[in-house]
């Protein structure tokens, strides 16, 4: 503890706001041949609100942690885009850098192009037209020629926040390997118990060593929790203890804390890099291909389906529901029943379903028993929350916020045999609730490579100096994305597309919309698809708020 802060030029705490500059992103890239030597000189321009004043009196604005994000764009020919990350340099102009050690790396000397060239970007909308715009990109991830931080000056702390996801494990051990194979770096710290760890609980060192096995276990080693998130006394912590990369492996809600802190670690003059790997079983969040675990998820949440398909068939007028997770977002329940074809009905959040009538649950089990004597039903633990709501009381909010579901399993369960029991007719249903199941397991071969790429490609970022960011992969590709992007929304099953339109094709289920509803789903996506896909929002303007009832950056 008490080592001296690695704040680089006002070690005192808390320093004062110091102003920032919107930098020409170019300036902390070490080579010469990229944007500026095209024919098109890209602009750089940060967003803010109209009639804000000019850019010198915003940066002053920045000097407060609650400021909000700023957007840093480069724009090109052809309607590009680059949504740019911060970087250290942009606010401790001076840094020196150092060439990259992975160039005398014996294991990386025989890759022909190792370093990633510094104009790369990864485009967000892989589908373009001729004469359409070229869109959002985000920069590359991957190693740099020349770093910002030399082996030996590197003193990491990795967290984990929210709940379990297959997979965490791995990406601890990765940044921990990564750090030392690629990067010399001895010092990791794991901070225990989620973001309250900083200031109440015990550090733990992580080496190689002491991570080798851990990716076979389930869980996190470093434990997690919700809540806890206090800035200040987080980023005292930090600076108490020196530390100067913080990995963040957390969902929506922990890489709106390390936005937070971010802006803290900014405000305080530090040069402290803060970078998220983005973490969720329920896959809710935007911008990226998936998260790791998903898959883990989906294959574990097969065996509940089995089970639930070998009972319904075993019984006269069987019928097996299955709950899996999915608080807001219905992704393991669609990509779980479209990989299984054993189930009839798939119930998520996005779309409302109802019990009595035409076209209701009801109606549509009557007609499966009749037809092939028994049923499967998936339901996400998020679906049918309103219905649910209209007979039983709310569970009120978990310690971050997020709204505590009612149990639709146990609850339709129920519905379903009273209706039966009405029109007189026997039953035989078993309820299957593998919720923690799917998620408190050791993630999958796939998911386990996953997790090595995002690990490797993070901390590539924080060697480089980038800050303030999230990695993820987006069409296939690894890049850096601002905290705000992938917080601003949620990432939710479209219903209006090919995929639920597969699902709804291979149950044969009711889509139980009404021409109303789909027009009105249409209507929200395309409104939240230009929040999500086109040029970025103005997080300065459009103050939100999210699920959990933090206010949306
Ligand atoms: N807007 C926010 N600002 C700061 N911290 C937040 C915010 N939202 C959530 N957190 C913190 O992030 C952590 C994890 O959030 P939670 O919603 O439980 O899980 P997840 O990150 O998986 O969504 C908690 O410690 C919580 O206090
Ligand atoms: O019981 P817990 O730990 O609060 O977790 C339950 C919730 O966690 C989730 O698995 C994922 O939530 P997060 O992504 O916020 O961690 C939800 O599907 C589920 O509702
Ligand atoms: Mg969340």
Not at 80 to 99: C, F, R
Not at 140 to 157: I, L, M, N, T
Not at 431 to 441: C, E, G, L, N, Q
């Amino acid at each position: 503890m008490a080592s001296p802060a690695t704040s680089v030029s006002s070690p005192s705490r808390p320093s004062a706001p110091k102003p920032i500059d919107v930098p020409n992103p170019r300036d902390h890239l070490p080579h010469h041949h990229h944007l500026q030597d095209r024919r098109d000189t890209p602009r750089v321009r940060a967003r803010e609100p109209e009639g804000e004043g000019t850019l010198g009196e915003r940066t002053g604005a920045m000097g407060d942690a609650t400021a909000r994000p700023e957007v840093k764009l480069v724009t090109g020919d052809g309607g590009y885009v680059l949504e740019d990350v911060p970087h250290v340099s942009d606010y401790l102009p001076d840094l020196p850098t150092y060439p990259n050690p992975l160039q005398d790396n014996p294991a990386y000397s025989v890759v022909k192009q190792y370093f990633v060239n510094p104009d790369d970007t990864v485009c967000q909308k892989a589908i373009v037209h001729k004469n359409g715009p070229r869109g959002n990109h985000f920069r590359r991830a991957g190693p740099r020629q020349r770093v910002y931080f030399q082996s030996d000056e590197v003193h990491a702390c990795i967290v984990t926040c929210g709940g379990l996801c297959p997979g965490l494990n791995t990406v601890i051990r990765e940044i921990v390997c990564g750090l030392s194979d690629m990067y010399g770096v001895t010092r990791v710290l794991g901070i225990q118990g989620g973001y309250r760890g900083f200031y109440a609980c015990n550090t733990i060192d992580l080496t190689p060593k002491s991570v080798n096995d851990i990716h076979k276990k389930g869980g996190t080693v470093l434990g997690t929790s919700r809540g806890g998130h206090d800035t200040t006394k987080i980023v005292d912590s930090i600076q108490d203890r020196g530390i100067n990369q913080v990995y963040v492996i957390g969902g929506d809600g922990t890489q709106r804390g390390a936005g937070v802190i971010f802006e803290e670690v900014r405000r305080r003059g530090l040069k402290v890099a803060v970078a998220g790997i983005p973490k969720t079983i329920d896959n809710d969040i935007p911008v990226i291909d998936r998260s790791f675990g998903f898959d883990t998820a989906v294959e574990e949440a097969q065996r509940a389906i089995n089970a639930a398909h070998v009972e319904a068939g075993s019984a006269d007028n069987g019928i097996g529901v299955v709950k899996l997770m999915g608080r807001y977002s219905g992704f393991i329940a669609h990509y779980a029943t479209l990989a299984s074809r054993d189930v009839d009905c798939c119930l998520i959040p996005e779309s409302p379903f109802y019990l009595e009538g035409e076209g209701g649950l009801f109606r549509y089990i009557e007609k499966r028993l009749k037809e092939n004597g028994h049923m499967v039903i998936v339901v996400a633990e998020g679906a049918g929350q309103k219905l649910i709501a209209e007979t039983m009381q709310s569970m009120g909010k978990d310690a971050s916020g997020n709204a505590m579901l009612l149990d639709v399993g146990l609850w339709l369960s129920q519905k379903i045999k009273e209706h039966f029991k009405k029109i007189k007719t026997t039953i035989n249903l078993k309820y299957i609730d593998p919720t923690y199941m799917i998620r408190a397991i050791p993630s999958n071969a796939s998911d386990n490579v996953y997790c090595t790429l995002l690990a490797h490609s993070v901390v590539h970022g924080a060697m480089a100096g980038y800050t303030g960011f999230t990695v993820g992969q987006v069409n296939g590709r690894h890049c850096y994305i601002p905290f705000y992007r992938i917080t601003e929304k949620q990432n939710k099953v479209s219903i209006t597309d090919r995929m639920w339109a597969r699902l709804l094709s291979s149950t044969n289920q009711p889509s139980f919309l009404s021409k109303k509803d789909v027009e009105e789903a249409r209507m929200e996506e395309e409104r939240t698809s230009k929040l999500f896909d086109g040029p970025p929002s103005n997080p300065k303007t459009e103050d939100k708020v999210a699920s959990n009832g933090y206010a949306v950056k």
